[in-house]
């Protein structure tokens, strides 16, 4: 089956002291991407006029609205939700360019329940700057989930064509990791990782490696017991239970150093760092972060928000670009998906000491008359 769809794809500007507009910019500037979709960045026009200015980038033509309701499909649109006056200072983290990220990712997450949008695409922030009243959490995995979830656990994926890290773990600090890396975390990633893959990447059967959280997975306990208490009988559990095919739980480094990742659709890290410091190494410019779980697709670049090299224009688009790619993939698997289990066959078989009778096993006994 393909679907044609031009993908209505809402892009939030991130920190506007950051590289955000800049690799928006650059990912934009290419007629290919307008072919495959409909991008509506949410920010300042001014804003953006700034950064091309500071890049020296040639000017290309833009729809600037105020609504997500006035687009136009074969450009790139602005929907204008930063009417409080906005300092761009490069390279500076300050509450205003925190201000201003919040604005947009309120406005596109209102849109993209709405139905106004398809999918959403987020420039990075810095996670101090973005702290207020109305954004009072570690990230925008965590804000996503309050805000749009339903109910619904978000999970981290970090993922480009050959690697797909997931963690137990997200935002928080080292010292609180064991005591958060429980049997009910793990099983409940687990779940939702196994389930990301089959809807979200089209991949039937996946198998699932499980890190351990101690060096040397452990050594039998001689370096931890969490893998002995905690890890392996949860991987048996969702092994036996619920069918889920995860292995493990292997040491990091070796893991990684000897490529055992080529062997897994998915890899499960514990914690932050553990999955992405390799992640990070391997997937070098091309690198997206998905967040699995909720009703509604997002990516994001893997990078920050760049203030080193921002205004310099030399920051790499790729990873800009390499989201909304996979914005679009995960949307369309997710359409393809739902469609081929949304009306599974009735299991039926035949009575064979009855003449030609199909049982249906889906209906109850005393509904079927071939029982009465």
Known sequence: MTDNKKIRVGITQGDTNGIGYEVILKTLSNQDMLELCTPIIYGSSKILAYHRKAIEMQSYQINYTKSADHLKENLPNLVEVVNEDIKVELGKPDKQAGRAAFLALEAAVTDLKAGKIDVLVTAPINKENIQSPEFDFPGHTEYLEASMGDGNKALMILCNDSLRVALVT?????????AAVTHDAILEKLRIFNASLK????????????????????????????EKEIIEPTIQEAYNNDKIMCFGPYAADGFFGTEMYRHFDGVLAMYHDQGLAPFKTLALNDGVNFTAGLPYVRTSPDH????????????QENSMRQAIYKAIDIYRNRKRYDEMYSNPLRRQYFDRSKDNVVLDLTKDDDDDPSTK
């Open 170 to 178: 997200i935002h928080m600090p080292l010292a609180q990791v064991p």
């Open 304 to 315: 920050g928000t760049g203030y080193d090299i921002a205004g310099q224009g030399v920051a």
């Open 199 to 226: 809807r979200d990447f089209d991949i039937q059967g996946p198998r699932i490696a499980v890190l351990a959280l101690n060096p040397h997975a452990g050594e039998n306990g001689l370096l931890g017991k969490e």
